[in-house]
């Protein structure tokens, strides 16, 4: 593709383009305690049976079901207590005709038993206890190997490593674990009008937020990022530094300098490194000058300057190439639907990505927009959670129409997950 020509293409397109190109990091092994947020690089299998051996699920008594066959209200049964187990520690009785032991949660059934009484359906008595119903053999018990089999896989590549997996792996006794590596980011913040937190706001400089939004955001998904700045602002300045962030990172993201001007350097920075453009517009709104690029393994983002099209391009674009260069299952947005709670009359000749603030009730999904939703609104993106989804061709949609909404923070993703 030509770097001088902008021909929009479809956001669906656009995003498999990029996934096609990208490929997994190498994987290497870890201490499992340092794994968290990587990405299984191997199936991990069982190394023994869960549960171990037929136990207890409830605190309360193990006996023999026959011996309460035809217990009723009016014939209370009464049993024996002759033992006493916790759990770890398994019992050396053999049950007899009418006997039980008192038995805690996770203990091993004892030998003869193969029912369990809860404390709560006796009344105990200083023997033992009694009982008013019959139990059924392997009532309230947890049979070995009901959970999962040893050698079964319980964890599969391609899984995160989460508080949850880390309990599997330490269950099986695994110290050590195989990961994928994960990319690093650079980010370039291009635009003579920048200036930092620190720096005098004088007249034409704004400040730079896409610099720190996107460390954020490449931070909530536990990737590094170098912020890297333009020591020279021409073209050589702007090649010798996209070169430096390539030696060092496996993605490059540029914010600014994108879209048509006298002095958009990006596509001549391409063209100097030799890299293949994969496109550079796309059909949604705002963002469609996002320009993607590709050179040995490296993927160039030339995201907008506009912070919500910088926002909207980071995760439609940038964290699902993130995701498939650390080999995760999931590589793409969340996508649920939602109830529209305000008007949306505008016309959409491209499909628009709404900043909207998500909401969950007993009712339903609903989406409204956060705020001020012109390309270069900043305030908007603090106050949302997702983005509306409006296709193109749509002649704008009212209170009450169902959208597709794409989630962007942890906590939406949970709560769509219970939905």
Not at 63 to 92: E, L, M, W, Y
Request: aromatic share 8%.
């Amino acid at each position: 593709m030509s770097v001088e020509m902008r021909t929009p293409i479809p956001v669906k397109e656009a995003i498999e383009s990029v996934i096609q190109v990208v490929k997994h990091k190498e994987p290497f092994t870890l201490s499992v305690e340092e794994s968290l947020n990587y990405i299984l690089a191997e199936d991990v299998q069982a190394t023994y049976d869960i549960p171990r051996f037929n136990k207890s699920p409830y605190d309360g008594f193990a006996i023999n079901s026959q011996d309460s066959q035809g217990a009723t209200g009016d014939n209370r049964i009464a049993f024996k207590v002759v033992d006493h187990i916790g759990a770890g520690t398994p019992s050396n009785v053999k049950l007899k005709n009418g006997e039980a032991v008192r038995i805690m949660t996770g203990a091993p059934i004892p030998d003869g038993a193969d029912a369990v009484v809860m404390f709560e359906q006796t009344v105990e008595n200083e023997h033992g206890f009694t009982i008013r119903k019959s139990f059924e053999q392997g009532e309230n018990i947890s049979f070995k190997g009901e959970e999962c089999r040893e050698q079964d896989i319980v964890l599969d590549k391609g899984q995160q490593i989460n508080s949850g997996v880390i309990a599997v792996l330490a269950t099986f006794g695994y110290q050590h674990v195989k990961v994928f590596q994960k990319p690093t980011v650079a980010i370039i913040a291009t635009g003579s009008e920048l200036v930092g937190p620190k720096d005098p706001l004088e007249p034409g400089k704004i400040r730079n937020s896409n610099g720190p939004m996107i460390e954020a955001l490449c931070r909530d998904i536990n990737i590094e990022t170098t912020t890297y700045e333009i020591q020279e602002d021409n073209l050589q300045g702007c090649i010798d530094i996209v070169k430096k962030a390539m030696m060092q990172h496996d993605i490059v993201i540029t914010t600014g300098g994108v879209s048509v001007g006298d002095f958009d350097y990006l596509p001549k920075v391409y063209e100097a490194i030799d890299a293949e453009v994969l496109f550079n517009k796309v059909q949604m709104r705002p963002g469609s000058v996002t320009t993607v690029a590709y050179k040995d393994n490296h993927i160039l983002f030339g995201l907008s300057g506009n912070p919500s099209a910088c926002y909207s391009g980071f995760h439609l674009f940038t964290k699902p190439a993130i995701q498939k260069m650390m080999a995760a299952q999931e590589i793409y947005p969340v996508i649920i639907e939602a109830i529209l709670n305000e008007d949306f009359k505008k016309a959409n000749p491209f499909t628009r990505f709404i900043r909207a603030k998500i909401s969950f009730s007993n009712d339903g999904v609903y989406a409204a927009p956060s705020g001020f939703n012109k390309s270069n609104a900043v305030v908007a993106i603090a106050k949302s959670n997702g983005m509306i989804i409006l296709p193109s061709g749509t002649r704008g949609y009212a209170k009450g129409d169902k959208v597709k909404v794409l989630l962007t923070d942890h906590q939406s993703y949970e709560r769509a997950l219970n939905l």
